[in-house]
């Protein structure tokens, strides 16, 4: 993948909806959430047509905080998990991505206030509307030494969640992939916000 990757969704849509562009203009991902599901079931294709399936990601659990969400590629091999942590999480975001049972990455908001702003103004009729101009969020990816891998930064938009992703190390590819994976799953998770 060409980095940054442009990520955009509509917040209103009835059926969620993720579309990945790189640095060029190409699209790279389409995700599309099943709807009526009791466990998350997220479906990311290589096309807008859903012909090119390339990967699945399926909760562990009916709606949980601490539920695992499993990445897998078409032939469905396990590629790595998201996990929330629970009631941290509640002050400041924070979910583990992870591969072969380790935690690979850490995803941090990098400033809590931004999500307790947004909780509180969010609530309120009409200006409630504006919160995803105002506050932008920006999440770190670490690695477990600390040092930063990528960013997720939230771009200002009225009625649509639209974020970069930028690349702030080297990464294999399957690195890369599963980072990105968990970040997009993180936003389906988290779409409500900003």
């Known amino acids: 993948m060409r980095f940054p990757l442009s990520v955009a ?59 695992r969400y499993t990445m897998r590629d078409a032939g469905g091999t396990e590629i790595g998990y998201l996990q ?4 941290r999480s509640l002050w400041k975001l924070h979910y583990e991505i992870g591969r072969d049972g380790q935690t ?23 200006i409630g ?3 995803g101009y105002i506050l932008n969020p920006k999440y770190n990816v670490t690695r477990q030494d600390g040092t930063l891998a990528l960013r997720l930064i939230k771009q200002p938009a009225l009625f649509q969640g639209k974020f970069s992703i930028e690349k702030a ?23 409500a916000r900003g």
């Open 169 to 191: 190390a080297d990464l294999s590819p399957e690195e890369e992939g599963v980072a990105v994976l968990g970040l997009l799953m993180m936003l389906l998770l988290e779409r």
């Open 104 to 126: 690979v990455f850490d995803v941090r908001e990098e400033n809590a206030w931004v999500k307790v702003i947004d909780g509180l103004v969010g609530e309120i009729p009409v």
């Open 84 to 87: 929330g942590k629970g009631m």
């Open 129 to 131: 509307l504006f919160t």
């Open 9 to 67: 969704f509509k917040k209103l849509a009835l059926a969620p909806q993720i579309f990945v562009h790189d640095s060029d203009g190409q699209l790279q991902l389409y995700v599309r959430q099943k709807l009526m599901k009791l466990k998350e079931a997220v479906s990311i294709f290589g096309d807008e047509a859903q012909q090119n399936l390339l990967y699945t990601v399926q909760a562990d659990r009916v709606i949980d905080i601490r539920a």
